[in-house]
């Protein structure tokens, strides 16, 4: 018998979402409604019983209206945000329909092989080593907190320490090296694995925003033997920048330390033959962290660790399940922090394959091509200046306070106005960063639907508004 109810209420959930994706071009792209609104619409009173399922559907896209932030169109530029292409998302509706449980083998074989696929294929196309072995996870947070963990288990392990036995007091200390370009995901991953924010070493990196190599010798230094962890980074969020990972691994490797890599959006340029270059030596590495949900265009709930070192990677997280036999496949329960989990490796699979090497390289090179087109056009308007010039997707803009005793505070203010005043105009949404003692208007082209252009209208747009602030401040 057929579920009417169930067929009616996904054809609703349809319509609802292809209306939202084939008008989001004519909407604003910032969420403009206000906190108070969005409360009042979806804080309904409880109800003892509940209500029919369409109705509530109905009532839900009404009640959000305004308060979805348009980050799978082509004009959103805030963060590192990517959106979904098409067969991703598709794939990612049936990961829901499917319901499946993605923790073992047995539970949801077909899971666990496109996973086991996948993480293959994301091998070839970041030009990571094929031994490595790899975990699809939330996102790259919890990447570096399954990186981190084979890191710990590896670096206590050559002191006679079994941390998944003995815990870590009384472990020897593990300090981490990185730059103080690091994200804050890395000190929460941190935090999380029992190290403290106390046993991070950040270096200030040089004009270049990377980390540099005699620094690195230096840090060493202070205590040769201590197991480290030598944080680095492939694309940081404000320039783009990459650390020299051809000098820098090698270093640390003299001092037996573990190199892991924040990749999340940065090692994407390995994907391209054009881009590669800049991640230079990135392969040396022990691991890295990335994701999926940013520069893939696969959608949220996607992130993925890889780790050289298949033991120590299984011995952080293996579990003994009493309930799941030994199975034939990969269960997932024994490379990542979870149990119960999201079957997220349809959506990757998908991503991949509607793309090919070639389509994921061709989407990389272009929204690096944007980011710069749109970082320029914005930066030669009368009264802006571009901060940073894009090598990859990410760059900086700031607007300059009108009035000739403008101090570089009154620049900061104008800045987080423009950005807030082009939000607020909804032909594209910016967010705001502080770099090197400056606040700076962030552009970041993540998205594969961004074209030539709407970055001609969004520098139109801008113009406008720059101007309208400009007289309004003088
Ligand atoms: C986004 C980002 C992260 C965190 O990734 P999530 O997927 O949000 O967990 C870490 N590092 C860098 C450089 C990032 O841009």
């Not at 881009?275 to 990335?290: F, I, K, M, P, Y």
């Not at 979870?338 to 793309?355: D, M």
């Amino acid at each position: 018998m057929p579920d009417n109810n169930l067929r009616n209420v996904l054809q609703a959930a349809f319509d609802h979402a292809l209306a939202y994706r084939e008008h989001a071009d004519e909407g604003p792209v910032a969420p403009l409604a206000t906190v108070e609104s969005l409360r009042a619409r979806l804080n309904v009173p409880l109800t003892d019983d509940g209500a029919d399922s369409i109705r509530i559907l109905n009532e839900l896209v009404a009640a959000v209206e305004g308060g979805i932030t348009n980050n799978s169109g082509g004009r959103f530029f805030a963060w590192v945000m990517g959106g979904s292409v098409p067969s991703s998302l598709a794939a990612d509706w049936l990961t829901s329909a499917w319901d499946q449980n993605a923790g073992a083998y047995d539970v949801a074989p077909a899971a666990a092989v496109a996973e086991e696929v996948a993480g293959e294929w994301l091998k070839d196309v970041l030009h990571l080593p094929h031994e490595a072995s790899f975990a699809l996870v939330t996102g790259c947070q919890m990447a570096h907190v399954t990186c981190l963990s084979a890191a710990r288990h590896r670096l206590l392990a050559g002191r006679g320490w079994d941390v998944e036995r003995d815990g870590l007091f009384g472990a020897p200390a593990i300090r981490i090296i990185t730059s103080t370009e690091a994200h804050g995901t890395a000190r929460r991953a941190a935090r999380f694995l029992g190290f403290g924010e106390k046993s991070i070493t950040a270096i200030p990196c040089g004009e270049d925003g990377r980390l540099p190599p005699e620094a690195l010798e230096a840090a060493f230094s202070n205590d040769p033997h201590a197991p480290t962890i030598v944080l680095l980074q492939a694309g940081d969020l404000n320039i783009g920048a990459y650390d020299d990972f051809a000098a820098l691994i090698p270093i640390a490797r003299r001092h037996n330390a573990w190199v892991h890599i924040d990749g999340a959006f940065g090692l994407w340029v390995c994907a391209s033959e054009k881009l590669r270059h800049l991640a230079r030596g990135v392969e040396l590495a022990d691991s890295w962290a990335t994701d999926g949900h940013k520069w893939l265009n696969v959608p949220y709930d996607c992130g993925y660790a890889f780790i050289r070192d298949v033991e120590a990677h299984r011995a952080a997280f293996c579990y003994a399940s009493v309930y799941v036999a030994a199975s034939t496949g990969r269960d997932a329960i024994d490379w990542t922090p979870e149990w119960s989990r999201r079957a997220r490796g349809f959506a990757t699979w998908a991503a991949i394959r509607e793309l090919g090497r070639n389509g994921i390289a061709a989407m990389i090179e272009r929204t690096c091509d944007h980011a710069r087109g749109l970082v320029r056009g914005l930066g030669a308007l009368h009264g802006a200046e571009q901060l940073s010039d894009p090598q990859i997707n990410q760059g900086l803009v700031r607007f300059l306070d009108p009035r000739s005793s403008a101090t570089p505070k009154d620049h900061d203010a104008f800045t987080d106005r423009m950005t807030r005043a082009i939000n607020a105009s909804g032909i594209a949404m910016f967010s705001n960063t502080t770099w090197r003692g400056r606040r700076a208007m962030r552009v970041s082209v993540c998205n594969w639907q961004t074209t030539a252009e709407d970055v001609r209208r969004v520098v139109e747009s801008v113009a406008g508004t720059l101007a309208h602030e400009r007289r309004s401040t003088e």
